[in-house]
């Protein structure tokens, strides 16, 4: 087989292909429009996210029979499509979910233990042990949004913190176990102190967080989204932080990712951008303005499922999917 790689990775997936005596083809750098010029001539893809595989880029591709991506989501791949044409597609949500797990506990305690905030201040020499006093996780209600591979990793990594229980909310049936005991969204709403997000960003998903779905929790909660970030609206989300609906919230992704993310700071151009599209970039940034200012947001770069480990992790489980299929 004639494999494409589109984005880097780690080399055991290069490595381990030629063992099995595919030919390994690397292309970082060329356009989606230069590598459909050529696709017809490959078995396989590699991919992360560098651009998205449409019907029109499938229709290209008249032998491809599988697509690898190193990601847990396939959002950014016409599922349906694919299908249709009879490619096989491996996500690798295996591979990442210890990562998102670890990554949803640390941001969670360090919201809890205001860590953002009493190190800028002790760094500035300022000793606030008053302004910094903490919260304990013991006794909380975690309720979780997705239950699958990460929202599982997430729950199991809970256990040890004596939570007062972790509650599931999926809508697929029977998914809960011995880490999380699955309910319907009322009761997720009515008993949550602390809110996880692990969905895939789907149709269903997007702008599902908003201020209806903040204002049905019977207390004020924490949010914690290591899943995507449209699943959020901002400016309400922006809302419930300052009117204290939400406590705090640990944000590994964000709403505007990646095309308006760039142009969000002093130096991006908007020179192109239409009237319009001019009055939506200043509500981004009006939002994204109180986010970075706000002591009780952290944010880091979509970086939950980003580790040396999962960075094998991720290559490895793609290979075995493949390799499980076609070898």
């Given at each position: 087989?004639?494999?494409?790689?589109?984005?880097?990775?780690?080399?055991?997936?290069?490595?381990?292909?030629?063992?099995?005596?595919?030919?390994?083809?690397?292309d970082?750098?060329?356009?989606?429009?230069?590598?459909?010029?050529?696709?017809?001539?490959?078995?396989?893809?590699?991919?992360?996210?560098?651009?998205?595989?449409?019907?029109?880029?499938?229709e290209?591709?008249?032998q491809?029979?599988?697509?690898?991506?190193?990601?847990a989501?396939?959002?950014?791949?016409?599922?349906?499509?694919?299908?249709?044409?009879?490619?096989?597609?491996?996500?690798?949500?295996?591979?990442?979910?210890?990562?998102?797990?670890?990554?949803?506990?640390?941001?969670l305690?360090?919201?809890?233990?205001?860590?953002?905030?009493?190190?800028?201040?002790?760094?500035?020499?300022?000793?606030?042990?008053?302004?910094?006093?903490?919260?304990?996780?013991?006794?909380?209600?975690?309720?979780?949004?997705?239950?699958?591979n990460?929202?599982?990793a997430?729950?199991?990594?809970?256990?040890?913190?004596?939570v007062?229980?972790?509650?599931?909310?999926?809508?697929?049936?029977?998914?809960?176990?011995?880490n999380?005991?699955?309910?319907?969204?009322?009761?997720?709403?009515q008993?949550?102190d602390?809110?996880?997000?692990?969905?895939?960003?789907?149709?269903l998903?997007?702008?599902?967080?908003?201020?209806?779905?903040?204002?049905?929790?019977?207390?004020?909660?924490?949010?914690?989204?290591?899943?995507?970030?449209?699943?959020?609206?901002?400016?309400?989300?922006?809302?419930a932080?300052?009117?204290?609906?939400?406590?705090?919230?640990?944000?590994?992704?964000?709403?505007?990712?990646?095309?308006s993310?760039?142009n969000?700071?002093?130096?991006?151009?908007?020179?192109?951008?239409?009237?319009?599209?001019?009055?939506?970039?200043?509500?981004?940034?009006?939002?994204?303005?109180?986010?970075?200012?706000?002591?009780?947001?952290i944010?880091?770069?979509?970086?939950?499922?980003?580790?040396?480990?999962?960075?094998?992790?991720?290559?490895?489980?793609?290979?075995?999917?493949?390799k499980?299929?076609?070898?």
């Open positions: 087989m004639k494999v494409l790689h589109l984005d880097t990775n780690h080399s055991l997936i290069i490595d381990q292909f030629e063992a099995l005596g595919f030919q390994n083809d690397e970082y750098t060329s356009t989606k429009e230069e590598v459909m010029e050529k696709i017809e001539n490959y078995d396989g893809i590699i991919i992360r996210s560098r651009f998205s595989l449409d019907e029109a880029f499938f290209k591709a008249t491809l029979k599988f697509v690898g991506r190193l990601g989501g396939l959002e950014n791949i016409d599922t349906a499509y694919a299908k249709a044409k009879g490619i096989f597609l491996a996500a690798a949500p295996e591979g990442n979910r210890n990562a998102v797990g670890e990554h949803a506990i640390g941001m305690l360090a919201l809890f233990n205001k860590l953002h905030t009493a190190d800028s201040e002790v760094r500035s020499g300022k000793w606030d042990r008053e302004g910094n006093r903490g919260l304990e996780l013991e006794g909380k209600v975690v309720g979780i949004v997705g239950y699958g990460m929202g599982k997430f729950a199991k990594k809970l256990k040890g913190f004596d007062a229980e972790v509650i599931c909310y999926d809508i697929e049936g029977g998914v809960g176990d011995e999380a005991r699955q309910v319907g969204i009322l009761e997720l709403q008993r949550a602390v809110l996880s997000l692990h969905v895939p960003q789907t149709e998903t997007m702008g599902l967080v908003n201020t209806a779905f903040i204002n049905a929790f019977q207390k004020s909660i924490w949010l914690i989204n290591t899943a995507r970030g449209k699943c959020v609206v901002t400016e309400d989300l922006v809302a932080l300052k009117s204290g609906k939400i406590h705090g919230a640990g944000l590994d992704v964000l709403e505007y990712e990646k095309s993310f760039e969000m700071f002093p130096s991006a151009t908007l020179s192109d951008q239409t009237s319009a599209a001019l009055s939506d970039q200043n509500k981004i940034s009006e939002a994204f303005q109180y986010l970075i200012q706000a002591d009780n947001v944010l880091s770069p979509h970086v939950a499922g980003w580790t040396v480990e999962s960075r094998i992790k991720l290559a490895q489980t793609v290979v075995d999917k493949i499980a299929k076609f070898c």
